[in-house]
């Protein structure tokens, strides 16, 4: 792709700055480097301080890491983002929609448009699922959907995450940073507020409690404990919500009944916002051998006695291959053309696709279709020809395990790296929750920057860092100054 | 409050209570076994060491002498030993990690900052100067972390279970201290005009850092069995018997008042707590002292058992 098509959202590390950007450019630009140096020390001794930590498997040396942050913000117009917001409301109640029609009576393969194998040779399918219905019909309580822009209008949807999206504390706790960073710019710009986050998820995971639960129903973050890469927003989301942080051994099933073991006897439990996979909830039903789940849990969900959050099997809607199927998905449910794009895609399960795929396959990223993490794909353009020939016989062999796109020109936005300002690309995942009452977006969200200089994998696990992303009211800026009492009054 | 949670939190302040003691320890038998022979008696004070720290068998497994460098190696940093200081302090942090939000932030960063430390020293290389800056260190770790939950924990369930660790892990260690060394502080001991033991007294005194308090309270020199009165009778001196059980009655009342509930626990404390108020000095030397520890060492243990089942499961 060549390199004049790439849109950098503040107009460039020197050239004039896009109009949301002109504040941010400004100051940034006015900065002596001893002040960035220090500004940027001080971010990370804030994030040294807290803790906020991420594992990545496989590497002994980084048990604990911190993950990179930039402090230049990137930012979006409230324009913008209303478009966003619409865009990603209608497309998470079609993802609720196609869940509950793929495990209930599967009008969407009637109607011939997603074709049943599909569904049914889907790793994520679980049967046990047609004979349990959640409440309010919701499945994917909280979604985090990938977005990413190739240009001043143009927003892309990369990927939908219905299973246990995580980052959402990266978002606050990047937030949090720089509030004590750059007041300076908070006290001058109208920026929406992130922090009411957990609260907002408390009230969605209440609100889709069972019938039987009391009033005031139990609520507790399941984790599968310390060792778990993001054990720390596990414990920061219970931490937020004022609620239990539990592992599978805290929890136990009584005639169909989900309890906690308390200090003051076994307590009730309605709710339980699991960061654990589906094959690790429950030994009895899935994985005999997980010691992370409980036993009977899918009995007691089945009985209607609680809550999984998010519901089991919701693995069916998020996978690649079902992903370009979403424009007619959310036309079937919604009844409308969906806001948000997808990015064009071929499936190599279809032999036309497949011989595009593996004529072109220098100019396309090539994925996985349960893929995640940035693990399992090829970057064509970036790919040594040796890379590109392996990857291809792995395609050939297994055409309906992959999935390709073009590789899109992905939007930069200036970051400090070793050799000073410059471009890097983003991304942006924004949580999407779904409760009975109504969906609730936080403004903003992610956004994943990818810091190895050309490339485009955002992923932590991969060299990825992030930015605080800001919504920003369009119109005049506010007024610096509070009202002071007349000198003489 | 989570079972697990509660759990987390006690073994957590016990394990740092345990580092202390096993500190203090190492820090008596130095001194002791730095005298001539002729002050310290004939005693090896390195195997006392081994017996108080409850490790004999462990220890013997690995070395064949119980001398200064065999002892500290195997008590701070010891191979195949889950109660060395180094042991405690990892599994204290491996604890508070596991309730990181149920801690406060100078609770965790004073343990990680040891924890830290502790992989960074090279245990094998110490000198007899290392060591003493070491245990010093230890102590202080000890006294820091419970500084900070004394002073910015909550008043809630949560800093009651923390307190009930360390009050039990506390008890313990001063009932095995004595229990060890309890030869010498028996009245028939005593020789005439004072002598040799003077400085096991003043050691066993100095473990459990009462030299200086033992002189405000019994006015006079050191008495054997006035130092046996003062660590387990006198609800002054806060490493007593009486005064860790006092306490750990209070706690145990408030929780159950909290939750509502009297149990096993309270009942076990309240009966060790009134034996303790019932009993002096003399009538104990008289069932005999060595019986006596050994009594309360296996009653201390089942309250721990009871306030395992009753709350920690």
Not at chain 1, 256 to 274: A, C, H, K, L, S
Not at chain 2, 75 to 103: F, H, K, L, M, Y
């Amino acid at each position: 792709m060549a390199n004049e098509a790439v849109f950098d959202e503040m107009g460039g590390v020197e050239g004039d700055p896009r109009q949301i950007y002109a504040d941010v450019a400004q100051w940034f630009r006015q900065a002596s480097p001893d002040l960035i140096a220090n500004r940027k020390a001080e971010a990370e001794a804030f994030f040294r301080r807290i803790g906020i930590t991420f594992a990545v498997y496989g590497d002994e040396q980084g048990a604990e890491r911190i993950i990179p942050f930039d402090i230049l913000p990137r930012i979006l117009s409230s324009g913008e983002w209303k478009r966003l917001s619409e865009g990603l409301e209608q497309r998470v109640r079609a993802l609720n929609a196609f869940i509950g029609d793929v495990y209930g009576a599967r009008e969407i393969v009637r109607a011939g448009i997603v074709p049943e194998d599909l569904i049914l040779s889907n790793p994520a399918f679980r049967p046990e699922m047609t004979r349990i219905k959640p409440a309010a019909g919701l499945y994917t309580h909280i979604a985090g959907v990938d977005l990413v822009r190739t240009g001043p209008d143009e927003f892309y949807v990369l990927e939908d995450n219905a299973r246990t999206p995580s980052g959402v504390s990266y978002m606050m706790e990047n937030r949090e940073a720089m509030l004590r960073l750059f007041p300076e710019l908070f006290g001058k710009l109208r920026i929406k507020p992130v922090d009411q986050y957990p609260d907002e998820l408390l009230t969605t995971l209440r609100s889709v409690a069972p019938s039987s639960a009391s009033r005031e129903p139990t609520v507790v973050v399941m984790t599968p404990g310390p060792f778990n890469s993001a054990y720390y927003e596990h414990s920061f989301l219970a931490d937020r919500m004022g609620v239990e942080l539990v592992e599978g051994r805290d929890l136990f099933v009584r005639s169909n009944v989900v309890y906690m073991r308390t200090t003051e006897g076994p307590q009730r439990v309605d709710v339980i916002y699991r960061r654990v996979d589906d094959e690790f909830l429950d030994p009895l039903a899935f994985r005999p051998d997980s010691t992370l789940g409980v036993p009977g849990l899918m009995s007691a969900y089945k009985a209607g006695n609680v809550t999984i959050s998010n519901a089991v099997g919701t693995g069916v809607a998020d996978d690649k291959a079902v992903y370009s199927y979403m424009p007619e998905i959310v036309k079937f449910y919604t009844g409308k053309d969906a806001i948000l794009a997808n990015v064009p895609t071929w499936r190599c399960r279809e032999p036309d696709a497949l011989s595009h795929v593996l004529a072109n396959i220098g100019d396309l990223v090539v994925k996985e279709v349960n893929g995640s993490g940035g693990y399992g794909m090829l970057v064509g353009p970036h790919a040594t020809k040796a890379q590109r020939e392996s990857f291809a016989a792995k395609v050939r062999n297994n055409p309906s395990n992959y999935i390709a796109q073009p590789t899109l020109a992905l939007s930069t936005v200036p970051c400090y790296v070793e050799e000073g300002l410059a471009p890097r690309h983003v991304d942006l995942r924004p949580f999407v929750l779904s409760g009975a009452d109504k969906v609730r977006i936080v403004p903003g969200g992610l956004t994943r920057v990818a810091l190895k200089k050309g490339s485009l994998v955002v992923n932590s696990s991969q060299g990825g860092g992030t930015k605080d992303t800001w919504v920003i009211e369009d119109g005049a800026p506010r007024a610096s100054q509070s009202q002071s009492q007349k000198a003489g009054a | 409050m989570l079972a697990r949670t509660a759990d987390n939190l006690y073994w957590l302040s016990r394990y740092v209570e345990r580092a202390e003691s096993l500190a203090r320890i190492l820090d008596v038998a130095l001194r002791l076994a730095t005298l001539p022979s002729a002050y310290a008696g004939t005693s090896n004070e390195w195997e006392s060491a081994i017996d108080i720290a409850v490790c004999r068998d462990a220890f013997f497994r690995h070395y064949d002498v119980a001398n200064q460098a065999n002892v500290t190696q195997f008590i701070i940093a010891g191979p195949d030993n889950p109660s060395s200081i180094r042991a405690c302090i990892e599994v204290a942090r491996q604890n508070a990690r596991a309730v990181r939000t149920a801690i406060t932030t100078e609770m965790w960063e004073i343990l990680n900052d040891a924890w830290n430390e502790m992989q960074r020293l090279r245990f094998q290389s110490f000198t007899s100067k290392d060591l003493t800056k070491f245990l010093a260190f230890v102590r202080e770790v000890s006294l820091r972390f419970d500084g900070a939950a004394y002073r910015t924990m909550l008043r809630t369930d949560h800093y009651w279970f923390q307190r009930l660790g360390m009050l039990l892990e506390r008890a313990d260690n001063t009932a095995r201290l004595l229990d060890v060394k309890y030869h010498v502080v028996l009245p028939e001991t005593e020789p005439v005009g004072g002598g040799l033991d003077y400085f096991q007294w003043s050691a066993l005194l100095r473990a459990v850092s009462a030299l200086n308090s033992f002189h405000l309270i019994y006015r006079g020199g050191i008495k054997p069995w006035l130092v046996a009165d003062f660590l387990i009778l006198k609800p002054e001196q806060p490493r007593s018997l009486i005064s860790s059980y006092e306490t750990l009655n209070r706690v145990l009342d408030l929780l159950a008042e909290r939750y509502g509930r009297q149990g096993p626990s309270q009942r076990l404390a309240r009966q060790t707590y009134s034996q303790l108020q019932n009993m002096d000095i003399d009538t104990l030397f008289q069932t005999g002292l060595h019986e006596f520890l050994e009594q309360f060492i296996a009653d201390n243990n089942r309250l721990g058992l009871a306030i395992n089942d009753q709350y920690l499961q």
